[in-house]
């Protein structure tokens, strides 16, 4: 069954953005008043319910009751989603996956995305992600306001 997935969709559907891609992303980011932006990022995470019991303490996290896997998402404005990286242990929190997204590896090795764009005057080259706030404060990540006040 994977297999027949992956040879019908996975030129479509399995696949990094292309540079046309990420230009198409960053009119309709523009278009919304979000110049830069990629798309969203986080994680969720996924119960395992057949965990052999050996692993359970490797994949549980004091807060979920349950053994999980971690799922990290990149999704843009449509729900399509670039970038979906599956399977670490569910005793991880976000940061912690975030060390081992190649997203991030790709950002360090600077082989990113490449993407210009002016906000305040100023000129940036890498684009962002909206996250929420256990992400870093990095260039590539913009957070929401937690309590904003007025428009």
Not at 19 to 28: E, F, I, R, S
Not at 54 to 59: C, L
Request: include cysteine; proline fraction near 7%; charge should be negative.
């Amino acid at each position: 069954f994977a297999i027949g997935v992956i040879e019908i969709f996975g030129n479509e559907y399995l696949r990094k953005p292309t540079q046309a891609d990420v230009h198409c992303l960053l009119q309709v980011a523009e278009a919304r008043d979000f110049p830069g932006m990629l798309g969203s990022i986080d994680c969720m995470h996924w119960e395992w319910k057949n965990c052999p019991a050996s692993w359970k303490a490797s994949f549980q996290k004091k807060l979920y009751k349950v053994p999980t896997i971690i799922l990290e998402a990149v999704t843009s404005y449509d729900l399509w989603i670039w970038h979906a990286f599956f399977g670490l242990p569910g005793s991880l929190n976000d940061i912690n996956v975030l060390d081992r997204s190649p997203v991030f590896q790709e950002l360090y090795e600077d082989r990113a995305p490449k993407c210009e764009y002016v906000v305040n005057g100023h000129e940036y080259k890498i684009g962002y992600y909206l996250s929420d706030g256990i992400y870093p404060k990095w260039a590539t990540f913009v957070k929401t306001i937690p309590l904003p006040q007025g428009q």
